[in-house]
């Protein structure tokens, strides 16, 4: 039987949602939502918007005490960002499926929702709904792996070691934190 997370089932009938709802964007808090204005000058890189995946307040305010809102962005890649009421940037958001960045497991692919901090430093990282066999993903997130990968940041040079006996999930967890994080340290450069 697949390991799954506490958010298994929701993310493809998230995406159908979104995708049928069109374009725009609702902010998102842990109380209420209310209609995302316009974006802030700081926003320009990022000009193309949708909803694509419905934020996990929870796990974002754990985070992000501060969080007041979230916008999800379809361009350059999809991503989520963390703002505080007053439209302050406080972090990133990347589920690796959609961004491209998911890795190869022992059985499959090992989708991840992957935290970051403005900085590009990761903050959180879960394991989403796959097909990993669920003892070598036990053995993993019985482990430190994720502790470790905390305050990766792309560039830093920074290296992970695999999880003995556990060597193909957990490189497919650190495999895909990396892209993950290449992939954001792209989009914070063109800022």
Not at 23 to 38: I, L, P, R
Not at 113 to 123: I, M, Q
Request: hydrophobic share 40%.
């Amino acid at each position: 039987m697949p390991v799954r997370s506490p958010h298994a089932g929701l993310v493809l009938p998230l995406v159908a949602a979104a995708l049928l709802l069109g374009a725009g964007c609702a902010g998102t808090d842990s109380k209420a939502c209310a209609q995302e204005t316009a974006p802030s000058p700081a926003d320009d890189t990022l000009s193309a918007r949708a909803p694509l995946l419905a934020p996990d307040v929870d796990r974002m305010t754990e985070l992000f005490p501060d969080a007041g809102c979230s916008r999800e962005w379809a361009e350059p890649f999809p991503h989520l960002t963390v703002h505080r009421s007053d439209d302050l940037l406080l972090g990133y958001r990347v589920d690796s499926d959609p961004a491209g960045t998911t890795a190869e497991g022992f059985v499959g692919p090992v989708p991840l929702r992957v935290w970051f901090d403005t900085a590009g430093v990761v903050k959180g990282v879960d394991v989403l709904d796959n097909e990993e066999t669920p003892g070598y993903l036990d053995l993993v997130l019985a482990s430190d792996l994720v502790p470790r990968l905390l305050g990766y940041r792309a560039g830093s040079g920074d290296t992970v070691d695999a999880v003995t006996l556990a060597t193909c999930t957990s490189g497919a967890i650190i495999r895909g934190v990396i892209a993950t994080a290449d992939l954001l340290a792209g989009l914070r450069s063109g800022e």
